[in-house]
C-alpha cells in the first residue's frame, strides 16, 4: 500500500521537474 504513496509522491516530483527543464528543452 506504501508503494502506491511512493509512485503518487515520484509523479509529481517528475512533473515539478519537467515543468522546471521544458524551458530549456524548447
Known sequence: MRLVLVIMACLICLDSKAENI????S
Do not use: I, K
Request: net charge negative.
Open 22 to 25: 521544458e524551458p530549456f528543452t
